[in-house]
């Protein structure tokens, strides 16, 4: 009996150090390994823990960047850890790369780490400072060691890590190959081009570039990428640092407010239809053939329609005007309009209905809207001119290449090709014939 008393108050005694011990946990860290060490981090730093396999590199930074990563619409730049601290790279054979999310300073951060293990409650007397033996990684990013059932922990300091002061980028270790997360390009000498996409971007470009994907599907590439730059310009006088980016859908509309070509969704103005009318070539042809891709609602299809109708009088003309928006399309052909809120260049193409005024039959006779899809192939025959606005750069680059493939498929040679006001067409085959607000391309085979 007295042997089993004595196991109850021993079992008792370790029920209160455990209890006592609890009630002493004062700092908690999520714990880690890398490079066969454990560390942890002060969990409230930690954001969340996440895997990932696909990072968009960033060119011009430092070594140990790996990229940036779209974490629910947030762009974030990912540290891998062991090259920010020169440690033997591990050549893993799984894709997914283990992340902890960190916030730092108002500002968020992906780390690489090789295992993340638990989160690990101690008490903050328990904390020992650094020594030199953990040579490792520079002792400044290290804010304690502590030792907890028989596993010792390294604490990082990432406050400290991810506000890099003068002295710590001067040291030989811990600090990656520039000392910064990113190195932006010289800036343009006045009158200079702003310096290419395919050339090099900085981190706030690249974020920009990111976010525009992610929240409005604009897609960067070598069709508008001279665009961005100079947008990028603009958006960046009188912003810095996290103001750069565009965190939200409104904020990425507002950067791209100067990018839709003139009289967006509505009848093109007289000015800008006179514009394109000056870009077409003088022809004796007898026919023409044009594809509409993006049509909406059929304003910019029938503007069309009355610009060729007038430069071309005698011509017979066939549009297919093609979107895949199917209720756009299908209210196109019977939409009616009032005379004096039209466009003068319209007007004597249009005849009086029951419910307001409509085109003629010969501009509707010219005309096929369609239900289409641009990146599945179409049926139509080869054509004269391609009439695509402000479409190609909300398809991804994939989808782009294929587009314009088509292009080169079903345009004519000396075909025109009208795109967005700000957009490209490159290429040995491609003429540019129109100037701003005109992005008209001669199609030579």
Known sequence: MAAVMKDLAQVNADLQEQKERAENVDFKMVTFSLAGKDYGVDIMNVKEIAKADKFTYVPNAA??????????????????????????MD?????LENMLILHINDQVYGTIVDKIDKVVGINKETIQPPHPIFGDINIKFISGVVEKQGDLYIILDVVRIFTVSDDDKKSSRGVG?????????????????VVSAKAGANSAIGFVQESLGALKSFTVSNVNDAWLFKRFSEWSMGRSGASLQLKTASEAEEFLESFPSPCDGEFWSDAYANSIKKALPESQAQSFNV?????????ETYSFACILRSKYPNARLKIWANDNDIMSVSQAP???????????????????GAKGYAFDQTIKDSIVFEYHDITNDNAIPDVDFILIRDVISYLSETDQIKVTNFFTEKLKNRGIAIMGRNEELNGPMWQR?????????????
């Open 334 to 352: 019977n939409m009616s309009f009032v005379l004096e809120e039209m466009p003068d260049y319209c007007r004597p193409h249009m005849v009086r």
């Open 433 to 445: 014939i129109a100037d701003d607000p005109i992005s008209a391309y001669l199609h030579s085979v």
């Open 63 to 88: 070594s140990f960047v790996r990229g940036v990563y779209n974490l629910r619409g947030d762009i974030i730049p990912i540290i891998d850890l062991r090259q920010f601290f020169h440690l033997p």
């Open 177 to 193: 190959d520039s000392g910064d997360f990113f190195v932006p390009p010289p800036a343009a000498a006045p009158g200079e081009p």
């Open 291 to 299: 594809w509409n891709i993006g049509c909406g609602k059929g304003y």
């Open 91 to 95: 050549h893993r054979k799984d894709n």
